[in-house]
């Protein structure tokens, strides 16, 4: 069984910049999440959906972020404008509710905003 | 509100000793998963185990066991044997028993095993 793919795996930008990134999550697994994780710290939940729907954004800085998981599979996070504090390493997660709910992480998108 | 918190920022220890890290939840929700990940040197985020709230028996999978002490609202890993390829960082994370609840992170023990 495949895992969940991610990419890019890294991105560089200038700030202001815009920046997508990209997760295919584990076939039939029904619950998507994007996490930030700075330097040194926990996983931070921004979003995450149940097939297409959006559960919870509430972390999501919506000024600049945006999330969509259209069909219920895919799903591509966006930062419009990338600032320096957005430095973190970006990961994506799926699981499926039916069975019990245990995340499978993809290896992440490291992002450095200069 | 749930919250998750690793009071140990780093251990060390050396191989083929038992060790334990602690983890400590706060949840209003009779219901909840507690899950330990492994988060490697490249950066992968490996599941190991979880306990189920309304298990009373701890779990085990290979080397890794769980002390899950409810009145405590606790969760340590605990670690048996430790091997080299041990040394990473570990998360502690809870998802309440609502479906709609994401699970939340601690902020992670990094342990280094040593020959």
């Known amino acids: 069984e495949a895992g969940v793919t991610q990419s890019p795996r890294y991105a560089v930008l200038q700030e202001g910049q815009a920046v997508s990134f990209w997760c295919d999550p584990i076939?039939?697994?029904?619950?998507l999440y994007w996490y930030q994780q700075p330097r040194d710290q926990g996983p931070q939940l921004l979003v995450y959906?149940?097939?297409?729907?959006?559960?919870?954004n509430s972390q999501l800085p919506s000024d600049r972020f945006s999330a969509v998981r259209p069909k219920g599979t895919n799903s591509t996070l966006k930062i419009q404008s990338a600032k320096q504090g957005d430095t973190a390493t970006y990961l994506c997660?799926?699981?499926?509710?039916?069975?019990?709910?245990?995340?499978?992480f993809g290896p992440g998108t490291r992002l450095l905003v200069l | 509100a749930q919250k998750v918190t690793q009071t140990q920022t780093s251990i060390s220890v050396v191989e083929k000793t038992t060790v334990t890290m602690d983890c400590v939840y706060e949840t209003r929700d009779s219901s909840y998963f507690l899950f330990w990940y492994k988060q490697t040197a490249s950066g992968e985020i490996v599941f190991l185990i979880r306990q189920d709230s309304y298990k009373k028996e701890n779990a085990t999978v290979g080397h890794y066991s769980l002390n899950f002490q409810k009145p405590k609202s606790s969760i340590g890993l605990i670690i048996t044997a430790t091997q080299i390829e041990d040394s990473a960082v570990y998360f502690c994370a809870m998802r309440e028993g609502n479906n709609n609840n994401a699970p939340r992170f601690g902020a992670g023990t990094k342990l280094s095993v040593k020959p």
């Open positions: 959906f149940r097939d297409e729907a959006v559960i919870d």
């Open positions: 076939s039939g697994h029904d619950t």
């Open positions: 997660a799926s699981s499926f509710l039916g069975r019990g709910d245990t995340q499978y």
